[in-house]
T-cell receptor
Framework: AQSVSQHNHHVILSEAASLELGCNYSYGGTVNLFWYVQYPGQHLQLLLKYFSGDPLVKGIKGFEAEFIKSKFSFNLRKPSVQWSDTAEYFCAVSRYGNNRLAFGKGNQVVVIP | EAEVAQSPRYKITEKSQAVAFWCDPISGHATLYWYRQILGQGPELLVQFQDESVVDDSQLPKDRFSAERLKGVDSTLKIQPAELGDSAMYLC????????????????FGQGTRLTVV
């Protein structure tokens, strides 16, 4: 079964700082990759996704992620965070042709104004 | 904007009681998922439906959990009897518009039902 690893479960940073969240997966075949965000009191929302093509994916709210196949990684980045980016971020992976998601444990990000 | 609807939002039940959660996916979505999210962890798949058929229920504790999607639209997840360890957020998601050309789509999540077993 595929597994998804996210490190540094709790991240605290100041506004305008850069954010990078790591995501590694274990499945060796073709995968679809996602980052979901959960703002306090809200449901999981899609930040960005990768199915194929350009490995650098741009999502909403200034987030981007890079798929590095050789490293089985899909790290999320934002150059300058805002207080409103305080949320929990989940990396998720599905096998190509199957939308069943395996999630990482999440990163709780707190942005201090 | 179309949403996945879930009810109730919160449920408190005593252990050994029965509890049920309801989900109405985005209209036209063929695939429906139930996930369980324990505090501090990511969601874990319990069951996946394609229309009215179960595609994957390998992680569903079948001695106490059951799920159905009789008409291939809305779905119910039941726990009987509930145990203290079942306290979690239960998330419903849907994907794969019927008639779509690609199976590779993202899943849309509902608000979830937070279950507390006391």
């Amino acid at each position: 079964a595929q597994s998804v690893s996210q490190h540094n479960h709790h991240v605290i940073l100041s506004e305008a700082a850069s954010l990078e969240l790591g995501c590694n997966y274990s499945y060796g075949g073709t995968v679809n990759l996602f980052w979901y965000v959960q703002y306090p009191g809200q449901h999981l929302q899609l930040l960005l996704k990768y199915f194929s093509g350009d490995p650098l994916v741009k999502g909403i709210k200034g987030f981007e992620a890079e798929f590095i196949k050789s490293k089985f990684s899909f790290n999320l980045r934002k150059p300058s965070v805002q207080w409103s980016d305080t949320a929990e971020y989940f990396c998720a992976v599905s096998r190509y042709g199957n939308n069943r998601l395996a999630f990482g444990k999440g990163n709780q990000v707190v942005v201090i104004p | 904007e179309a949403e996945v609807a879930q009810s109730p939002r919160y449920k408190i039940t005593e252990k050994s009681q029965a509890v049920a959660f309801w989900c109405d996916p985005i209209s036209g979505h063929a695939t429906l998922y139930w996930y369980r999210q324990i505090l501090g962890q990511g969601p874990e798949l319990l069951v996946q439906f394609q229309d009215e058929s179960v595609v994957d229920d390998s992680q569903l504790p079948k001695d106490r959990f059951s799920a159905e999607r009789l008409k291939g639209v809305d779905s119910t997840l039941k726990i009987q009897p509930a145990e203290l360890g079942d306290s979690a957020m239960y998330l419903c998601a849907s994907s794969s518009p019927r008639g779509g050309l690609s199976m590779n789509t993202e899943a849309f999540f509902g608000q979830g039902t937070r279950l507390t077993v006391v």
